[in-house]
DNA sequence: AAATGTATTGTTATAATATAACAATAATTG
DNA sequence: CAATTATTGTTATATTATAACAATACATTT
């Protein structure tokens, strides 16, 4: 199991995250035939503003800077909206939405997320579908969707504990 | 990895979830020196009154029923007393709270969850902590608590597909 | 038992998150 | 262009959660 992203690598350069992760939005709504209209884009940009989860009243404020006057239901509809394709995960445990590192290839919501400076770092966790499969085949359940957080303290954060 | 509680089937005797439920939380009490007041067995109770997780405002006409003229911050505050203690686990995609069945080994939340009925059955992940840990300290991370959710569709309710 | 301190619950108000319902506009299609 | 569909605007409201302070119950010490 692998961290598929950089974000506890606070020296990344993260403008090529947010450029890889435009390049794929545009990819992903041609080939599937929906529109990445300029909310849309502009929420996928805000949410790849960094890698800590973003929830929807955060955003508010953000696009009203940006020149959209808009209310919650914009914002959430536009949130469906990338995350159906794939391009976002929503974080249970937070109410917030980061952006995928891997829309190319679905695949389940997985993340580390640090309680104190709440990044959020992308796993894999193809070698674990084996287990989950043989325990949803066990019991009859059809297994559609998975959502594993791990929480702690990201190695920047342990250092500087009270 | 194993389900860990009978509460895809149907026919189990219930009745034995909620009593060993209650004795283990006594005994927990007991142990930590808290108290299980009249309102913190209630909650108890009517989280397990099924094996599908309920959420704050759920719990407060069973309550009133009860003859407790409670608000939300009691129903809250039973809520976070039962999670610290493990004796509930809370499903975050559902913002609902549900019976954990083994709280005498503190473990991670883990589920297998219908989306259709909204049963909850409790999976043990031992099997899975090699791969977490690992992860974790590749990247210098303290795990220190692990949200597990299989969404998807139960035996039950594939029968009944519209 | 009375006094004190702590834990629990009550109470009111409000914050934070999310959606319903319908109107207006923009884009696409025929 | 006209008709249709998709998207966004708008208002209102539902749902989930917490802050702040008061009152009460319980435990501990004297
Ligand atoms: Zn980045
Ligand atoms: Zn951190
Ligand atoms: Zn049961
Ligand atoms: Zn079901």
Redesign the pocket.
């Known amino acids: 199991m692998l961290e598929i992203n950089d974000a506890f690598n606070s020296d990344h350069n993260h403008d090529h995250c947010v450029s890889g992760a435009l390049d794929n939005a545009k990819v992903i709504c041609q080939e599937s035939g929906?529109?990445l209209?300029?909310?849309?884009e502009l929420v996928l940009r805000l949410v790849w503003s960094s890698h800590k989860p973003l929830?929807?009243?955060?955003l508010l404020p953000a696009l009203a800077d940006a020149g959209?006057?808009?209310?919650?239901?914009?914002?959430?509809?536009?949130l469906?909206?990338l995350h159906q394709l794939g391009l976002i995960h929503?974080i249970g445990s937070?109410?917030?939405f980061v952006g995928c590192s891997n829309p190319e290839h679905p695949h389940p919501s997985a993340f580390m997320i640090c309680r104190e400076c709440k990044t959020a770092a992308e796993i894999e966790t193809s070698e674990l579908q084996e287990s989950f499969n043989r325990v949803a085949n066990t019991h009859g359940f059809q297994l559609e969707e998975e959502n594993i957080e791990l929480l702690g303290l990201c190695s920047d954060c342990r250092g500087s504990e009270s």
Chains 1, 2 share one sequence.
């Open positions: 929906q529109r209209t300029p909310i849309r929830g929807a009243y955060e959209f006057n808009s209310a919650p239901p914009t914002v959430y509809r536009a469906d909206f929503k937070l109410n917030a």
